[in-house]
């Protein structure tokens, strides 16, 4: 896991000073979000975010296990269709 920076949903006053700071250009505008996988956790974007609009959070590029029903159960599905 790494740290990433994301934009709260509804805080953002859309000034877009946000994207002037990011080194690495991971900010894009209309609507304002933070790309995961260019963000590299440095956290400028919070600091110089003036409506407090930006956290940070753990990020996993692992993907979720896929989800798994008991082989009983797929076979009722299959059968009721």
């Known amino acids: 896991m790494s740290i990433k920076c994301r934009i709260i949903e509804g805080e953002c ?6 994207v002037g700071i990011c080194p690495l250009e991971a900010i894009s505008e209309a609507p304002y979000y933070i790309d995961p996988l260019i963000c590299d956790g440095c956290l400028e974007c919070i600091d110089g ?3 407090s609009a930006i956290e ?3 990020y996993s590029s692992t993907p979720s ?10 076979l009722k599905m299959y059968e009721d269709k």
């Open 13 to 18: 006053s859309n000034c877009g000073a946000c």
């Open 49 to 51: 975010c003036g409506s």
């Open 65 to 74: 296990p896929p989800f798994l029903i008991p082989f009983s159960l797929a």
């Open 56 to 58: 940070s959070y753990e």
